[in-house]
């Protein structure tokens, strides 16, 4: 299994960047995929996760509003637009995959897992101006 990201860059706070992925060795049509990021001294934080059946889609408070998952199960690829950037979204960011997304969901918030089977080699975004 391959998870190929690309897309990251150097971005002014409230730019914009979309990441891709490209996915080999496996289908998307059966495997759920998400994005992971991790700061420098922080620990790693689920973003963002589509399922499989319904493509349900869940994200972190933390960029909720502003991130937007999608996937093309034809072309085997998953992006993550990504709006209105702050420095705090300064991070590496994997695409990750796995069979199914775990996030929790509560009246104070929701969070997603940053646990999962594969992942691919992370490509660095840097918001600052």
């Known amino acids: 299994v391959q998870l190929q990201a690309s897309g990251g860059g150097l971005v002014q706070p409230g730019g914009s960047l979309r990441l891709s992925c490209a996915v080999s060795?496996?289908?998307?049509?059966?495997?759920?995929i998400g994005w992971v990021r991790q700061a420098p001294g922080k620990e790693r934080e689920g973003v963002s996760c589509m399922g499989t059946s319904d493509g349900s889609e869940y994200y972190a408070d933390s960029v909720k509003g502003r991130f937007t998952i999608s996937r093309d199960n034809v072309k085997n690829t998953v992006y993550l637009q990504m709006n209105s950037l702050q420095p705090e979204d300064t991070a590496v960011y994997y695409c990750?995959?796995?069979?199914?997304?775990?996030?929790?969901?509560?009246?104070?918030?929701?969070?997603?897992?940053?646990?999962?089977?594969?992942w691919g080699q992370g490509t660095q975004v840097t918001v600052s101006s």
């Open positions: 990750v995959t796995d069979l199914t997304c775990r996030a929790t969901i509560t009246a104070k918030g929701s969070s997603v897992s940053a646990k999962y089977a594969y």
């Open positions: 060795g496996l289908s998307l049509n059966y495997y759920a």
